[in-house]
Each structure stands twice: as structure tokens, then as C-alpha cells.
């Protein structure tokens, strides 16, 4: 067995995912016998089995990443509830493992996944769905790149009908609940402000830590609600738009010229263009003023 | 030999860890420091706060970088935008040395974001050293790779963990990070006398020392980084320092981590192990 078969077993054992009991599976999931495979690949000693050397890396790993995730989306948990988000986690982890050397990209593609497994979220799909959205979004405008600002002043000597390029950090959200202010509550319960703790350490994790809200925290009733997730001086912050502003946003965000953004604003709203013009002046004045426009956007796709 | 080639020919005494919980104490009380260790991987995003507080950091403390997601040990090839990533945070923290895991964590471009034991054979010491090699020439900075705490041993292993440390590091021309707790940790999972760990290592590479605390279960020992440096682990260090000589060393506490000043008096402890000056007469 060489170097890549090898690591290939072990991977394949370890991302197994751990029993009810968080003990390491009898069988893998393609049937095959775990104790087979790792007495074959593992020594024992004068206190482990074969196995249970192994089944501390298979515990570590899933600890490690579930308890990242529970970090990320404590809002997801507390829509579905703890034990719907560890079997919705785990089932997601299992499906789709990191393809990032760094935890902070673990929640990258949970929102696509959630859209192909509705299984998992049979009540509250829509709003579990906007709830991953909300904080991938924020977990986004976090950390993404700061270009430099376009001043309210600079705006008018940027020609008639000027692309305006939008910060990598800012994220434009429709949800079709008031997830903004449910999540500030689920933090606000938790006293886990947001980035106090490092993505990555070389620590090892043996415990499953169940983060539970102190007190559950009610779901809101439908509401749409416009959002730009945004950052002022390193802080993440939400801020709800009026549809016409959101529209324009998202326009200008797909690299339209001006009056391109005011037509699909229009469109998209069935507003008069009229609506839209009276209010333009106020609404580029605060977003340059939160510094939302940017010179160039030179961003690379991080992962 | 405190400074050689394999820690950018520094002499740093004793850091610690740049952890979130001390930030606040760091930039109001503005603490005398050696050096602070970060985890790269922290710090590799395009903005934002880490990369604020870690400009303010720069400005008056010196930073050697700490990575943990590299896998010179995976078979597969070495991750380009990680190295991109990492390379862009080299030219900013101007990390003298930079240090990563002798380890593997990956297979076919999946992560574990676990720290995997070797196999210690020939193929795998070979593989290992040439990434390490292939990393050092596109980051332009000095490699040293720490021994990690095991759990497991594979009926493959053709030599003891500190034959193969020794193996690659010879053939990739790279230092060590000898993690003195590791080895103690390694010691009692596996059976073997950690002095002939310490021993056995070429010293004239050993860039950089970790000293940490663990945890104590029934039948094994984890690396946790939650409790203070066990006296075992002290004897440990003052045995690699007598045959290493002073050499830049970090406490790492990871975990139910106590006040700035509990860590660093705890790291201070090292200086006890460290002979001297001899002050040489003109």
C-alpha cells in the first residue's frame, strides 16, 4: 500500500459519520467492515484496539466541524432546533466535505445543498434557507477585501451614466422573513458576539458541544425584508432597504451602468422611474457615505 | 545556537500565542512581549478585522507565523491558493521563519482540518521533504515543521517518529519546530522513551520550541493547550535546551484559555531553563 492509498483508507474512516453514541461505525457506509479495514492499516496497544486508536480521529473530526458550523450558523439552529441541525449538519458534512484548507469556507455551499434536500427543514424551509443565507452573508462581509471608497463629493465626476462598482463586502439579501433582527436575538441570548473566537488551532476538540439558546427564540411571521450586510470600521451590520434601493443595489452589484440600474429598479418594482430619481441623490449620499461604492473591484474569488 | 538559518537567524526568547481573548489587554496595556506566534490560517482572508488587529499587532511586536493546514504530508500536491494566501500574509507579517506540521490532512482535495499522523516509511519522508523544498522556494522564507501528538501507529512504519522527523528534514535542508509537549504526549500513547525523542533529533535544525499543557484520560493523552506546562514537559524542554542551546520558544494555550498575564507568566517559566549569558570581557 503506498502513501495515497493509505491516506485514502484512513480519510475514507474517519469521515465515517460517528453513531448515536458518538462511537466510530461498525460498517462503513458502503457496507464494508471498519474493524476489517483499520486492523489491516493500524496497531494496536497495550491499552487501544486498533480501532479505538482510530476512533479518536473519527470523533475529532466530527467534533471539530460540527462544532465550527455550530459556530457559524447559530441561527440555523435555532429555526430548526439542535438535534434537526446536527442530523442536517452532519448529513450535509457527510455529502459535501471541506474542499477549503480553511474552516471559515465550511458553510460555503450549505445553502445549495439546503435547496436540494428540503427533507431536513420540512416546516420551515423557507426560512431555514434564509437564515444560512443571512450568515454565510455575514460570515462574507466579515472578513472580504475593502476597496478604496468613492466619496459622495467624487460621485457627480463620474460622468453621466457611470458603472459604480459596489465593495466586495457587501452583501444584498430578499428574505421573506425579519431574520436580521431574530439573529441579533439568538446572539444577543447566546453572548457569543460574532468573531470572538479563531477559525483555525491546532487543538484537538473531543467534545461535542451543544450550543443551545438560553431560551428558545420565537420565528417570525413573514415579513419581506430588503437587506444590505455590510461593514463599518471591521463591524458587520444589517441594514433594510426599501425594495426600489434594494433593486438598484443589486443592479449596480451586477456591474450595470446607472440608468441600466434605475430601469431594472423600475421594472423590478413596477414603480414610476419618477419614484426612483427623487430619491436618488439621498440614497447615494448614505451609501457613499457607509462607503459602499469603490473605486475598482479587484476582488479574487476567494475559494 | 539560538539563531541559525532555519529561524531567519533570530534570537527571540519567549512568546506566546496571539489569541482574541487578549487582544484587548495587548492594545490597552500594551504588555512587554518577546513575540507572539499566529495561526496563519487566521489571518490568510482580504480584510476586515483580523487584518487590522493584526497591523496594529505588527506595529510594535514581532510575529512569527504558525500554520496549520499546509499537509507537507498528504500525498496529493501542495495547494496553489494556499500558498498564494500565505505568501501575500508572509510579505506583511515579514515572519522571519514560518512553521507549519510534520503531518497529513487531505486526500483529493478534501480537508479533514486535522493534524494526521505519518506513516513513518522512506516513500513518505521523500514525498514529504520535496513539498516542504517546493513550499520554501515559492514562500522565500525559512520552513521549520513541528512533530505532532499521535494517537495512532500504522504497521507500515519502517522507523520511529524521530528517525523519519530526522529523515525529512535532512532531505528537504529544512528546521524543526520540536514540540516538546508532543513528544511527551506521542510518549505515553505509544509507548516510548521521549528523551530518546529529544535525544535523537538533529539539534543544529531545531528552529523553534513549543511547550504546552494536556489532557489526561484513561487510556491516552490528548493535546488540548488547556492546562499549564506539566513538570515531565519542563524536564523535557530543559533537556532540549541543554543540547539545542537558547532557542525562541512559545507557549501555546488554545483552550479555556486564562488571562494574558496567567499565559505569559506561565511562558516566562521557560527563561529558568535558559542558561545565563556570560558576559565576554573586551
Request: with cysteine; hydrophobic share 40%; proline share 5%.
Amino acid at each position: 500500500m503506498n502513501l495515497e492509498q493509505l491516506q485514502r483508507e484512513v480519510f475514507d474512516v474517519i469521515r465515517q459519520p460517528l453513531t448515536a453514541s458518538e462511537r466510530m461505525r461498525k460498517h462503513t457506509l458502503d457496507g464494508r467492515s471498519t474493524k476489517e479495514i483499520v486492523e489491516k492499516l493500524i496497531k494496536p496497544n497495550d491499552r487501544l484496539t486498533s480501532v479505538e486508536r482510530l476512533e479518536i480521529y473519527n470523533r475529532v473530526y466530527w467534533f471539530r466541524i460540527l462544532s465550527s458550523l455550530a459556530d457559524d450558523f447559530p441561527g440555523l439552529r435555532a429555526v430548526v432546533g439542535q438535534r434537526t441541525f446536527d442530523k442536517l449538519i452532519t448529513a450535509y458534512l457527510t455529502e459535501i466535505p471541506s474542499e477549503s484548507f480553511t474552516l471559515r469556507n465550511l458553510g460555503s455551499r450549505l445553502e445549495a445543498w439546503l435547496r436540494d434536500n428540503p427533507k431536513f427543514t420540512p416546516k420551515t424551509e423557507r426560512l431555514a434557507l434564509d437564515m444560512v443565507r443571512l450568515e454565510w452573508a455575514d460570515i462574507d462581509a466579515f472578513d472580504r477585501a475593502e476597496l478604496p471608497k468613492v466619496a459622495a463629493g467624487d460621485l457627480e465626476n463620474l460622468g453621466e451614466d457611470p458603472v459604480l462598482p459596489l465593495q466586495p463586502y457587501l452583501r444584498l439579501l430578499d428574505l421573506a422573513y425579519p431574520l436580521d433582527d431574530m439573529l441579533l436575538e439568538v446572539r444577543r441570548q447566546n453572548q457569543e458576539p460574532e468573531g470572538d473566537s479563531d477559525t483555525a488551532s491546532n487543538i484537538v476538540i473531543m467534545e461535542h458541544a451543544e450550543k443551545s439558546p438560553n431560551k428558545r427564540v420565537p420565528l417570525p411571521k413573514p415579513k419581506k425584508v430588503y437587506l444590505a450586510v455590510h461593514r463599518q470600521e471591521n463591524e458587520v451590520y444589517f441594514k433594510r432597504l426599501q425594495p426600489e434601493a434594494f433593486a438598484l443595489l443589486v443592479a449596480l452589484q451586477q456591474g450595470k451602468h446607472l440608468s441600466e440600474a434605475i430601469e431594472a429598479s423600475v421594472n423590478w418594482t413596477n414603480q414610476k422611474v419618477e419614484f426612483i430619481t427623487v430619491r436618488l441623490h439621498d440614497w447615494f449620499a448614505n451609501w457613499a457615505s457607509l462607503g459602499w461604492f469603490c473605486r475598482q473591484n479587484l476582488e479574487r474569488e476567494f475559494d | 545556537m539560538p539563531a541559525n538559518r532555519f529561524n531567519g537567524n533570530t534570537d527571540y526568547g519567549v512568546g506566546i500565542g496571539l489569541r482574541i481573548p487578549h487582544y484587548n489587554h495587548i492594545f490597552e496595556k500594551k504588555p512587554v512581549v518577546d513575540w507572539f506566534e499566529i495561526i496563519s490560517e487566521n489571518f490568510m482572508v482580504d480584510g476586515g478585522r483580523p487584518l487590522k488587529v493584526l497591523d496594529q499587532i505588527l506595529e510594535r511586536y514581532r510575529i512569527v507565523q504558525h500554520g496549520v493546514s499546509m499537509y507537507f504530508g498528504s500525498a496529493e500536491p501542495l495547494n496553489r491558493e494556499h500558498l498564494r494566501r500565505l505568501k501575500t500574509l508572509v510579505k506583511r507579517t515579514k515572519t522571519p521563519w514560518l512553521t507549519d506540521h510534520l503531518c497529513w490532512g487531505s486526500v483529493d482535495g478534501r480537508y479533514s482540518h486535522d493534524l494526521l499522523p505519518m506513516p513513518y516509511t522512506f516513500e513518505a519522508a521523500k514525498k514529504t521533504a520535496q513539498k516542504i523544498r517546493e513550499a520554501r522556494d515559492i514562500l522565500e522564507v525559512p520552513i521549520a515543521v513541528e512533530n505532532v501528538s499521535s494517537y495512532a501507529e500504522y504497521h507500515v512504519s519502517e522507523m520511529t517518529e524521530w528517525e523519519f522527523l530526522s529523515e525529512v528534514v535532512e532531505d528537504a535542508d529544512c528546521g524543526i519546530l520540536l514540540d516538546v509537549n508532543n513528544i511527551y504526549v506521542s510518549s505515553q500513547n505509544h509507548n516510548f522513551n521521549p528523551l530518546d525523542y529529544v535525544n535523537n533529533v538533529p539539534h543544529e535544525r531545531v528552529a523553534q520550541i513549543h511547550i504546552a499543557g494536556h489532557s489526561k484520560y484513561e487510556k491516552y493523552i490528548l493535546d488540548t493547550h488547556d492546562h499549564a506546562v506539566i513538570d515531565p514537559v519542563w524536564q523535557l524542554y530543559s533537556r532540549a535546551i541543554e543540547l539545542v542551546g537558547p532557542t525562541a520558544t512559545l507557549l501555546e494555550w488554545d483552550d479555556r484559555i486564562p488571562s494574558f498575564e496567567e499565559v505569559h507568566a506561565e511562558a516566562l517559566k521557560a527563561k529558568r531553563f535558559v542558561p545565563e549569558k556570560t558576559a565576554v570581557a573586551s
